[in-house]
C-alpha cells in the first residue's frame, strides 16, 4: 500500500514551493544584508507555523483517507467471505 497519496503530495509540493518562492524573493530583494536577516529571523517563526499547521492538515485528510479505505477493504473482504458477490 503507498502511504503517500495523492493529496498528501500536492500538499507538500505547494508548501515547499511557497517556502522556496519566498525564500527566494527576500534573497532577491534589495536590502542590506543586516535588514535581510532579521527580516528572515522575525519571520521564520510565521513559516514554520504555517508549514506545521499545512503538513498537519495533510495528516488529517490522509488519515480520513487511510481509515476509509480500510472500512471499504473490510467490507469487500466480508463479502467475498460470505460467498457474495458486490
Do not use: C, H
Amino acid at each position: 500500500m503507498n502511504t503517500m497519496n495523492t493529496t498528501t503530495k500536492v500538499i507538500l509540493g505547494v508548501t515547499l514551493a511557497a517556502a522556496t518562492g519566498a525564500a527566494i524573493g527576500m534573497l532577491l530583494a534589495p536590502e542590506k544584508g543586516s535588514d535581510l536577516q532579521k527580516k528572515i529571523k522575525d519571520n521564520s517563526k510565521d513559516w514554520l507555523n504555517a508549514f506545521f499547521t499545512i503538513l498537519s492538515t495533510g495528516k488529517e485528510i490522509a488519515s480520513k483517507f487511510t481509515e476509509q479505505e480500510e472500512l471499504e477493504y473490510e467490507g469487500a473482504d466480508n463479502k467475498l467471505n460470505d460467498g457474495r458477490e458486490f
